[in-house]
């Protein structure tokens, strides 16, 4: 059986403005421009625990700090940390905690202290490390339905970068489709294609093709969604980025959700219109099989995907 994470656990310890400190003085003010205007940025990754080798990696750590980097930038944060940084205090942080088990990294960059709405500093940081095994969906799957909540645009409020402010969208759908006995949902942008779910991207399965909504509908520029990209194209699957219409998701043989958090969930049905037999279909069995051996280094083929922690 999957191990279960309890809700009450929190870390020993969290790296704030680059030092160790216990996770109860971990706070910011409440006055800060990141809390009162969403002046954040943010990563999550995720770490993998290989018992054989008694180490644990870091899946993508570059790549993540690297779209934080662009997600600072946009935002106009004024001298935050380096990459270099950044990757020297997520290594503090998973050592501190010591551990020894699958899990969640959380990367942030704010305007701290006291501030205006275009405040660009001064810059506060902080990097959360916990435990966090695999949702039971990536075995059983999930129901989705479209969200009545369009996507916020590119020249709105960026989906690309990973801001606080884009989960006030991505949170209004998610209580939508609990609100209507889903398990997620799936939202369309302004132009009535499909774009991402509220934390993940999409994938569809059509005549054995995999087909991706492209960058340009409205969806965070997702790493996972990169790196099932390249190991389709690794395994000679067909692989396709282009607009998805509603409708489309109806005629899937599977279709399945991808991201950080969620690593790659089946999706049974949308809109209560069941997807192929209703169950995990193979196309996406076989790319969960991939990824797993690929994010635990049982894959030497992509080690240079994975940063160890431990000496």
């Not at 009450?8 to 706070?27: C, D, H, I, Q, T």
Request: one cysteine or more.
């Amino acid at each position: 059986m999957a191990k279960k994470l309890d809700p009450s656990y929190r870390p020993e310890f969290a790296v704030l403005n680059g030092e160790v400190v216990s996770f109860g003085e971990a706070k910011i003010s409440i006055m800060a421009p990141g809390l009162t205007f969403a002046a954040t940025v943010f990563e999550g990754m995720r770490a993998y625990w290989n018992p054989d080798h008694e180490q644990l990696y870091v899946l993508h750590l570059q790549d993540h700090l690297e779209r934080l980097e662009f997600s600072m930038r946009v935002i106009e944060l004024d001298n935050p940390p380096s990459t270099e940084d950044f990757t020297a205090q997520v290594m503090a942080g998973l050592r501190a905690n010591k551990l020894r088990e699958d899990c969640y990294i959380r990367v942030q960059a704010y305007v701290d202290n006291w501030g205006e709405m275009i405040a660009i500093g001064p810059v506060g940081s902080s990097v959360i490390c916990r435990a966090r095994p695999r949702a039971d969906a990536f075995a059983t799957g999930k129901h989705f339905a479209v969200s009545s909540w369009r996507r916020n645009a590119d020249d709105a409020s960026p989906p690309r970068i990973k801001a606080t402010a884009n989960y006030l969208n991505s949170r209004l759908a998610g209580l939508e489709a609990k609100r209507i006995g889903a398990d997620g949902g799936i939202i369309l942008n302004r132009d009535g294609t499909v774009s991402e779910g509220p934390g993940g991207c999409l994938f569809i399965v059509r005549d054995g093709c995999l087909i991706t909504p492209p960058v340009t509908a409205g969806i965070l520029e997702s790493i996972t969604r990169r790196t099932l990209l390249h190991l389709a194209d690794d395994m000679d699957l067909v692989a396709v980025e282009r607009d998805v219409g509603r409708t489309e998701l109806y005629l899937a043989e599977e279709c399945f959700y991808c991201g950080t958090g969620q690593e790659i969930v089946p999706i049974l049905s949308v809109d209560g219109k069941t997807l192929g037999n209703g169950e995990p279909g193979p196309l996406t069995r076989h790319l969960q099989t991939a990824y797993d051996n690929i994010v635990r280094c049982k894959d030497e083929a992509y080690k240079d995907w994975l940063t160890p922690v431990y000496e």
